[in-house]
């Protein structure tokens, strides 16, 4: 019930409709990695960065290079 999930790991976003972001807080230098739309900018969270292995996860996930990703503040 609470296994590991099976599979090769890696999830998909539609990479022409979708830009990796990563949004940190000015104040409190929280991380949240996610997808912004191209089209009407609206952010899409996926999962909360703590550490740089939380950030090294959220590329390897979604296979994305650190280089596509934007940072928004």
Do not use: H
Not at 28 to 34: I, K, M, S
Request: hydrophobic share 30%; glycine share 10%.
């Amino acid at each position: 019930m609470f296994g590991k999930r099976k599979g090769n790991g890696v999830k998909t976003f539609d990479r022409e409709k979708e830009i990796p972001a990563i949004r940190s807080s000015i104040c409190t230098g929280e991380q949240v990695a996610g997808f912004k739309d191209r089209s009407t900018g609206r952010f899409r969270e996926v999962m909360c960065l703590r550490t740089d292995r939380d950030r090294e996860e959220f590329l390897k996930t979604y296979g994305i290079s650190a280089d596509e990703i934007r940072r928004e503040w």
